[in-house]
């Protein structure tokens, strides 16, 4: 077997195609939005003293 043969199995590998059980194609990019989910988690447990605030917001850095 050559290169081309184990570059090919290590595309696939690495690489998989799509499977739609468990992707789907997003209308838009939730970054933003999961980003202020996280920001705001972190807030409450920096208030809740579950982490101090040396550890928390990472916009803050």
Avoid: W
């Avoid at 184990?6 to 739609?20: D, L, M």
């Avoid at 990019?29 to 550890?55: C, Y």
């Amino acid at each position: 077997m050559g290169t081309k043969f184990y570059r090919e199995e290590a595309s696939q590998t690495a690489c998989p195609p799509p499977n739609p059980d468990h992707y789907k194609r997003l209308d838009s990019d939730p970054t933003l939005e999961i980003a202020k989910k996280v920001e705001a988690a972190i807030q409450k447990m920096i208030r809740n003293g579950s982490i101090d605030s040396e550890t928390g917001p990472i916009s803050s850095r």
